[in-house]
Each structure stands twice: as structure tokens, then as C-alpha cells.
């Protein structure tokens, strides 16, 4: 369940066609590959029209490499959640939901958050060398209405 998607061409001219490479298959993860990586929704507002229950609120962190260790921060650094996936805690082509929840299982403030995508190299060697991307999210709560 990886994300890397590599067009095969038959001749130069021919048309290209989409092979999902996936799981096993994924031999490098590149820098090139995680800039493809996304938090979605950003902003998250909870209690907005959409979404009227906290309980089940998720956050969606897009195209993961199928290995690779997630951590979360407060903008004044301090980690609030850290999530170690594997290939199994992975959906569609490596799509992984976060509850919004802290290590200690409180819902996050609102605010400015941190996150650090650590991934090794060769996600069928977990020991390789690694590989780093970092982004930002934002969570707004407001009052239910």
C-alpha cells in the first residue's frame, strides 16, 4: 500500500499508462515522492457544517510511503502524538487516519501543529538509511452550535 506511481511507456510515441507500484514492490522512497505527502482537511474545523460530532473526527495524511514513523508536534515542540505504520494501517494508496488524539487519548486544542514523516529509504529494509519530510496543519474548534 505505497504511493509511488510510475508511467510505463511501450515506445516514445505510444500513449502512457498508470501501474500502481505498491507494497513490497516499492524499492525507494524519494524526496521527489514524499513532497507528494498531504494533510487533509487544512484546516480542520471541528463543529463546522459538515461535521457535527467530535467523536468521530479524522485527520487524513495522504500518499505515506508504506513504512515510516509519523510524530506530531505542538508549534512550541512538544510531541503530542508519534504513530509507527506499517503497510496494514495504511488505506487506498497509503492514506492514514489520525483520531485527533494525543498519546495520553485527549482530544488536540486548537491550534498550529507540526508533523515529521520519517521513512526509510527502502521501505522493504526497515534499517536502511532514512528519509524526511515535514509540513503543518492547522485545527480550529469552535462551539457546538
Known amino acids: 500500500m505505497g504511493f509511488l506511481h510510475y508511467p510505463l511507456r511501450a515506445a516514445e510515441h505510444d500513449q502512457v499508462e498508470e501501474a500502481a507500484v505498491t507494497g513490497d514492490q516499492i524499492t525507494a522512497v524519494t524526496d521527489s515522492a514524499l513532497g507528494l505527502v498531504r494533510v487533509v482537511p487544512n484546516p480542520f474545523v471541528i463543529f463546522s457544517t459538515y461535521q457535527t460530532d467530535i467523536t468521530n473526527s479524522l485527520l487524513m495524511f495522504t500518499n505515506l510511503p508504506s513504512r515510516g514513523t509519523l510524530r506530531i508536534y505542538t508549534v512550541a515542540g512538544q510531541m503530542v502524538q508519534e504513530i ?40 522493504n529494509v526497515p534499517a536502511s538509511a532514512t528519509i ?4 503543518k496543519f492547522v485545527v480550529i474548534r469552535g462551539d457546538a452550535q
Open 84 to 123: 509507527v505504520g506499517e503497510p496494514s494501517d495504511l488505506q487506498g494508496d497509503g492514506d492514514l487516519f489520525w483520531n485527533l488524539k494525543s498519546r495520553e487519548g485527549i482530544d488536540v486544542a486548537s491550534g498550529l501543529y507540526l508533523w515529521v514523516l520519517t521513512a526509510p529509504q527502502n521501505p
Open 132 to 135: 524526511q519530510k515535514r509540513g
